[in-house]
């Protein structure tokens, strides 16, 4: 172990001289080179860190604004399924209230058709009732019956009118 530690002391005084004349030399002609190059590896390094937060604040606007749209596209859609509900439900009262309509008007059709029909049976019916009378009235006067026969006959006409 002695002698690990017993170094001559004219080599480590050369040694030391050595080291400082390298020393000298370095920093005389290649200090500034040196500097120069940490100094640019520096600035490099942190325009490297400048552009990754620049890039991560744009990152982050460009996803906030994508959030935004996407929120404002949901919210139209949401908007427009609304309005589509409520035009189609719209058309379906529409559609109802107009067969609603249509059916009064069929039956008031029916109803007037009915009522015609009624008018021209009743119009006909008192034609015939009519034509009927004369004729009864030409047989009673042609058989110049009695009173009890004139009772009868009319009684028998009354009869077979309300059959018809």
Same mark, same amino acid.
């Given at each position: 172990?002695?002698?690990?530690?017993?170094?001559?002391?004219?080599?480590? /005084?050369?040694?030391?001289?050595?080291?400082? #004349?390298?020393?000298?030399?370095?920093?005389? /002609?290649?200090?500034? %080179?040196?500097?120069? %190059?940490?100094?640019?590896?520096? $600035?490099?390094?942190?325009?490297?860190? *400048?552009? %990754?937060?620049?890039?991560?604040?744009?990152?982050?606007?460009?996803? +906030?604004?994508?959030?935004?749209?996407? *929120?404002?596209?949901?919210?139209?859609?949401? $908007? &427009?399924?609304?309005?589509?509900?409520?035009?189609?439900?719209? !058309?379906?009262?529409?559609? +109802?209230?107009?067969?609603?309509?249509?059916?009064?008007?069929? #039956?008031?059709?029916?109803?007037?058709?009915?009522?015609?029909?009624?008018?021209?049976?009743?119009?006909?019916?008192?034609?015939? #009732? +009519?034509? &009927?009378?004369?004729?009864?009235?030409?047989?009673?006067?042609?058989?110049?019956? *009695?009173?009890?026969?004139?009772? !009868?006959?009319?009684?028998?006409?009354?009869?077979?009118?309300?059959?018809?």
């Amino acid at each position: 172990m002695d002698s690990i530690l017993n170094i001559p002391h004219g080599l480590m /005084f050369w040694t030391i001289i050595n080291f400082g #004349v390298f020393l000298f030399l370095v920093v005389k /002609f290649g200090g500034k %080179a040196i500097v120069k %190059a940490i100094n640019q590896r520096e $600035e490099s390094i942190q325009n490297s860190i *400048d552009a %990754a937060r620049e890039a991560e604040k744009s990152a982050r606007e460009l996803f +906030a604004q994508s959030q935004a749209q996407f *929120d404002n596209a949901q919210q139209q859609i949401n $908007e &427009m399924l609304i309005k589509g509900r409520e035009q189609s439900e719209m !058309q379906l009262r529409r559609a +109802a209230e107009e067969a609603e309509k249509v059916k009064k008007a069929k #039956v008031e059709d029916a109803l007037k058709e009915i009522e015609r029909s009624k008018e021209q049976a009743l119009k006909q019916l008192r034609t015939e #009732v +009519a034509d &009927m009378v004369i004729i009864a009235t030409e047989k009673i006067l042609s058989d110049k019956l *009695d009173k009890d026969k004139d009772f !009868q006959l009319v009684e028998n006409y009354i009869s077979q009118l309300n059959k018809n």
